[in-house]
Every structure is written in structure tokens, then in C-alpha cells.
């Protein structure tokens, strides 16, 4: 309980500090839809990119979702360097709050905020004519992976944080992990339109699990099995990031 308590408290406090700086929401929301309406339109005429999806849009729609999860997971260590920077973190030390609460809601933050924007990206595809297909159920499960992908990286970025410690290396750590997962992914084009070596890598890659499972959930609508697996899989990634963060944590309190 107490460990749930002082997550809470964190998250909250982490959430304030984003309303403070409304323009970083802004900048969150629109970033996505960029990519989903210019995108969109760019190769709305190549329908062997879209496999069985009625239009591009639908098919894109659940690829965007799990890009700006994975991006703003992949983002997320910034958080820690600036209270690390700050000695905030510093500060949480000499209270009774949980260790492990400090760096869990870092986690928990970056899969909340994932889930609100994929909600607001589902309904500007509806407002575009796109239909899940999953219906309610796939609504949820979109929305689930958009928090389960944010989560599983944003362990690996506060960890990566935790043992630079400095900015300008975080940035270049992020960018390193980011664009090559990004492109050995299915999120822009079907899978089997990629080179045979890509879609073999693609296999082990989070992200594609994340948009495999999504992508069924709007434009299939079935296969929940498959879903299953993904979700699966995505937790226990999540499980093992959360851990590598806590144990980077530890090293880094091991050296103050």
C-alpha cells in the first residue's frame, strides 16, 4: 500500500509540473497528427503499404499510436535528468517515501499520459472515418498498448538516465534507440512488404508487438488470441525494464 501510495502522490506531482508547461501538451498532440494526416494522405494511393485495411488512414491510425507511446516512452528519462539536475531526487531521498515509488512513477506517468493521447488520436481517426473494428473491446485495447509500449521504454530511458546522468548524452542515447526500432517495425508499411531480414529482427522488436496487437484490434477486429500474446509479451518487456530503472536506481544511490 505504501508503495502505491507514494507512486500516486508522484504521478500527481508529475502531472502538475506538465500543466504548468501547457505548451509540451500541445506539442505532444500535435507531433502525432502530422504524421497521421500527412502520412495519411502521402500514400493514401499505394494500397500494397495497407494490406487488408479499408484506407491508409486506418491502417496508420494504431501505428501512430504505438510511435508516440514508444517515442514519448523513449523521451521519458528527461523527466529524471532534470530532477537529477535539480536534486529533487536528491531531496525524495531524505523522506520516508518509497524507493522504488520515485522511479515506478516515472513509468506509470509516461503510460498514462501514452493512454490519454491515444484516445484523443482514436477520436480524430473517427472523425476521419476511421472504424475499430474491435469495437469497445478494441478501443480498450488500443489504449492499453499505447500505455503498456510507453512503459516498456520508458524503463530503458530512465535507466539509461540514471547511469549518464547528463542530457546532452540521454538525447543521443534516445535518438540511437529510437529511429533503427522505429523503421524495423511494421508501424508505416504491412510486414511482409519489408526485406526478409528486417522482418525477422522485427519479430523481437516491443514496438512491432505493440502495433501488431493494435493494428488487430482496429482493423480486423479478431484474432484476440494473437492480441493476448502481444499484451503478454509487452508486460513482461515492462516488468524487465521497470526492473533494469530499479536497479540503475540503486546504483545511483550506491554512489551519493
Known amino acids: 500500500m505504501t508503495i502505491a501510495r507514494d507512486t500516486w502522490w508522484m ?25 497521421l494526416l500527412l502520412y495519411g494522405q502521402l500514400f493514401s494511393r499505394v494500397p ?19 510511435m508516440n ?4 516512452g523513449t523521451w521519458a528519462g528527461m523527466s529524471m535528468i532534470t530532477d537529477l539536475d535539480r536534486n529533487v531526487v536528491s531531496r525524495f531521498l531524505a523522506t520516508p517515501a518509497s524507493r522504488l515509488s ?9 503510460g498514462l499520459t501514452a493512454m490519454v493521447q491515444a ?3 482514436l477520436l480524430v481517426g473517427l472523425a476521419l472515418g476511421v472504424r475499430v473494428h474491435g469495437g469497445a473491446a478494441g478501443w480498450l485495447v488500443v489504449l492499453v498498448i499505447g500505455a503498456l509500449v510507453a512503459m516498456v521504454f520508458a524503463g ?13 548524452t540521454m538525447i543521443a542515447a534516445a535518438n540511437f534507440v529510437g529511429l533503427p526500432l522505429m523503421f524495423l517495425s511494421s508501424i508505416l508499411i504491412q510486414q511482409r512488404v519489408m526485406p526478409g531480414w528486417m522482418q ?13 496487437a493494435a493494428r488487430d484490434a482496429v482493423v480486423t ?19 524487465v525494464t521497470s526492473a533494469f530503472a530499479t536497479w540503475t536506481f540503486r546504483s545511483y544511490q550506491r554512489s551519493i
Open 11 to 35: 504521478v500527481v506531482r508529475q502531472a502538475r509540473n506538465l500543466m504548468r508547461e501547457p505548451i509540451w501538451i500541445a506539442l505532444l498532440l500535435i507531433q502525432p497528427m502530422i504524421w
Open 48 to 66: 500494397a503499404l495497407r494490406g487488408s485495411a479499408s484506407t491508409y488512414i486506418e491502417f496508420l491510425l494504431p501505428g501512430i499510436v504505438v
Open 69 to 72: 507511446a514508444f517515442f514519448g
Open 102 to 110: 520515485i522511479v515506478l512513477s516515472q513509468v506509470v506517468r509516461a
Open 119 to 121: 484516445l484523443i488520436i
Open 156 to 168: 530503458i530511458s530512465h535507466g539509461i538516465a540514471l547511469l549518464v546522468r547528463r542530457e546532452a
Open 200 to 212: 525477422s529482427v522485427a519479430r523481437f522488436n516491443p514496438v512491432n508487438w505493440g502495433v501488431h
Open 221 to 239: 477486429g479478431g484474432q484476440w488470441g494473437q492480441i493476448g500474446v502481444n499484451v503478454l509479451l509487452l508486460l513482461a518487456a515492462t516488468a
